[in-house]
């Protein structure tokens, strides 16, 4: 009898043990709830932020509606559940529950549940108001009509695609415009200026020597820009001309270039005085006198005209035609003339 007291005894502490180990177990796992606001009108919209503490690499659930909490509060949206190293081998992990009501009353949330591979934890419960609309008593019958529609603010912004598409429009009907007219009149759709043709090389040189006559620099004590512009006027002419590169020789390189090239040899005597003068000026300061400045420029013309190269324009084939029948007639008018 007194054996079955002890075996009675160690089966009450050993279930005792078993409890306070289900109850340190429970521990194990904490779960925490608490709501943003606890009193929204209907449709209004309210935050659940549910924390689950629990140890690190342990496997727990939260099993919940995806549409409803309970009947009349409605689930909107869901976060990502979130987990924060809290030290000491746990983890919390967090996660948001959006939530609205069209009902009004007060709703006494149900607890949310945690299970891990052996126990079960519950949180506690939170409350929500969800109130109407205040509705007057002392004038059941006064309605409200209903508002006017607002117009929104002018924004540029809204009509940049409107505009974009009449400023298109408008583009296109111009060039649809400018091709129908440019096909009438038989020209050719894309416009172009035919660049003119460059001058011949002794009507540039000339134009180029009035212009100097023109500014008078020797009369105005500028003898060597005078003689300058007159020596660069020629080596340009003579780069042209017989496509030796006067302008980097000096003047004896430039005589000895056109020496066997000259058609007469006048016109290299005149070269060689122009550029003889030039260089006493430029290098020596020389001052000439009023004549040799007149010799000078005049000298200039003549070797362009003595050297200047006359294109032979051929003739076209009326020209030909025309000219021989006027040749003929003149032969007949000429022979009906004489007697035998």
């Known amino acids: 009898m007194r054996l079955n007291k002890h075996i009675i005894y160690c089966l009450l502490l050993s279930a005792a043990i078993l409890v306070q180990g289900t109850k340190a177990g429970a521990l194990e796992n904490l779960i925490g709830v608490r709501i943003d606001t606890a009193e929204i009108l209907i449709g209004e919209q309210t935050t659940l932020y549910l924390t689950v503490t629990t140890d690190r690499g342990k496997t727990v659930y ?3 509606s995806a549409d ?3 009947t009349g509060v409605e689930v909107l949206s869901t976060s990502d559940p979130d987990t924060v190293d809290l030290g000491n081998n746990r983890v919390e992990i967090r996660q948001n529950i ?6 009004s009353a007060l709703y006494l949330l149900p607890p949310f549940m945690v299970i891990d591979d052996r126990d079960t934890a519950y949180s506690e419960q939170v409350a929500l108001k969800v109130s109407t609309l205040p ?3 002392e004038a059941p019958n006064e309605f409200f009509d209903i508002k006017d529609i607002w117009k929104p603010a002018f924004v540029w912004a809204d009509y940049y695609p409107v505009i974009l598409t009449v400023l298109l429009c408008l583009i296109l009907a111009a060039a649809i415009i400018y091709i129908v007219k440019r096909l ?9 200026k035919k660049a003119e043709p460059p001058l011949p090389p002794h009507e540039e040189a000339v134009r180029r020597l ?3 006559r023109q500014h008078k620099l020797w009369q105005q004590g500028k003898n060597k820009e005078y003689h300058t512009q007159i020596t660069d006027t020629l080596r340009y002419y003579i780069f042209r001309r017989y496509g030796v590169n006067a302008m980097e020789m000096t003047s004896k390189e430039v005589l000895d270039a056109l020496k066997h090239r000259e058609e007469t040899p006048s016109a290299c005597e005149t070269l060689r005085q122009i550029l003889s003068l030039a260089d006493f000026v430029k290098f020596a300061k020389l001052h000439p006198l009023p ?12 070797y362009v005209s003595l050297t200047k190269q006359v294109e ?5 084939e009326d020209s030909l035609t025309q000219q021989i029948a006027a040749d003929e007639t003149n032969i007949s008018n000429s022979g009906g003339g004489e007697t035998v």
């Open 312 to 316: 032979f324009i051929k003739p076209s």
């Open 210 to 212: 009035d212009l100097i």
């Open 291 to 302: 004549d040799e400045n007149d010799l000078t420029l005049k000298n200039a013309y003549l």
């Open 135 to 137: 509705v007057s008593t």
């Open 98 to 103: 959006l939530i609205t009501s069209f009902d």
């Open 184 to 192: 009438k009149s038989r020209k050719s759709i894309i416009p172009f």
């Open 68 to 70: 409803t909490l309970m």
């Open 62 to 64: 939260w099993p919940f």
